[in-house]
């Protein structure tokens, strides 16, 4: 079992940067993918960012490359999304996922937190 909690949402103007947290419980994080959906108001939950259990492959949506950066803290069983120039398009419930094994891209993961808020204004 994995247990996920993220933080770091809040509101922040466009251009803007926020770095959210997701830290996990369970002796074997290292052992899964980590990866980082949001979901916007009306919308399905969609793929951001996903980061190997070595670290080793790291995927971005094309919406946030050059902006997002994913990463991940063994000893610390913490997941990073460091988020920077902001755009009202990204406002949206941010998740954290966990997976052990099969495609990071897809929605499918075995773990999920509880979410965080990111609002950016315009």
């Known amino acids: 079992q994995v247990q996920l909690v993220e933080s770091g949402g809040g509101l922040v103007q466009a251009g803007g940067a926020l770095r959210l947290s997701c830290a996990a419980s369970?002796?074997?994080?290292?052992?899964?993918?980590m990866g980082w959906f949001r979901q916007a108001p009306g919308k399905g939950r969609e793929f951001v960012a996903a980061?190997?259990?070595?670290?080793?492959?790291?995927y971005y949506a094309d919406s946030v490359k050059g902006r997002f950066t994913i990463s991940r803290d063994k000893f610390k069983n913490t997941v990073y999304l460091q988020m920077n120039s902001l755009k009202p398009e990204d406002t949206a419930v941010y998740y954290c996922?966990?997976?052990?094994?099969?495609?990071?891209?897809?929605?499918?993961?075995?773990?999920w937190g509880q979410g965080t808020q990111v609002t950016v204004s315009s």
């Open positions: 980061i190997s259990w070595s670290g080793g492959a790291i």
């Open positions: 369970g002796r074997t994080f290292s052992s899964y993918d």
């Open positions: 996922a966990a997976r052990a094994g099969g495609s990071m891209v897809r929605v499918d993961y075995n773990y």
